[in-house]
């Protein structure tokens, strides 16, 4: 029996739903036909030119990604611009997109989750609740749990290890890593919610100098991860939910998309 587009759609909005996103989103069905059919999907956390490049030479139908390929509203679709060389390519070669964003940060088992479960902690629970979904389960951005106690320069190496960051920034503020708020991407903004659930760490990416200033003066630990690496953890749990729910589909996890810097 062959997989739609459709329907690989409806499986991400049962484990994501897509009306968990945050205002300024974009995420959903961005670009194809709802009922093409799908025999192979490559899931990335982001879609570039390589990633095109590479579900052309597997073969795939579906990019199921976590940032969107489409954010800003759309005036022209042209190759004047590399986003619009990249999104002709993938309507020339018949590509549609699938992306889950804030939503599949929020939800269980998505991005937050994952990251925690990467880096150890046990005893997670929720960093900053927004709701709760059809099962009862809290979902919101973020999550909160516990390491055994442990110097912050050791458990800086051992994010960097488990996430393979190019780099971690730390800021040091004296006290040993115990309880710990994780949140993927860019959550800078969340220090006080860290702080009200009584963390002494934080680890997140994209941190601004100001925000760095200010975990000090609150006495709160600050990792920076980077943005790829605290987010391209749920890129598994995705391919996982298609294979499970799909077993005649083939799932291919992106190898072409990778850190975009490297540190020196």
């Not at 994501?16 to 999907?41: K, M, S, T, W």
């Not at 060389?85 to 940060?105: E, K, R, S, Y």
């Amino acid at each position: 029996m062959s997989t739609t587009v459709a329907q690989i759609y409806d499986l991400m909005n049962q484990r994501a739903p897509f009306h968990y996103q945050l205002g300024f989103d974009n995420a959903g069905f961005l670009v194809g036909r709802r009922n093409e059919e799908v025999h192979h999907v490559l899931v990335a956390l982001d879609i570039t030119p390589a990633v095109v490049q590479e579900a052309v030479e597997l073969g795939a139908q579906l990019i199921v990604s976590h940032h969107p390929v489409i954010w800003n509203g759309l005036k022209q679709l042209t190759d004047d611009t590399p986003a619009g060389t990249m999104l002709l390519d993938m309507i020339q070669h018949g590509l549609a997109a699938i992306c889950a964003h804030t939503n599949l940060d929020a939800v269980a088992e998505g991005v937050n989750d994952a990251l925690a479960h990467t880096l150890g902690l046990t005893d997670v629970e929720q960093l900053h609740q927004d709701g709760v979904d059809e099962q009862g389960r809290p979902y919101g951005i973020g999550r909160v749990g516990v390491v055994s106690p442990q110097e912050v320069d050791a458990f800086a190496a051992l994010v960097k290890q488990q996430l393979n960051a190019a780099c971690v920034r730390v800021v040091d503020s004296g006290k040993p890593v115990h309880k710990v708020a994780v949140g993927g991407g860019s959550c800078g903004s969340m220090l006080a919610d860290a702080l009200a659930c009584g963390c002494d760490t934080f680890v997140t990416a994209d941190v601004k100098y100001d925000v760095f200033l200010e975990a000090k003066n609150y006495g709160l630990n600050l990792l920076d991860a980077g943005h790829y690496p605290t987010e391209n953890v749920v890129c598994p749990v995705v391919a996982g939910w298609l294979q499970n729910a799909f077993p005649d589909l083939k799932v291919t996890i992106s190898q072409r998309h990778r850190e975009i810097y490297h540190c020196v």
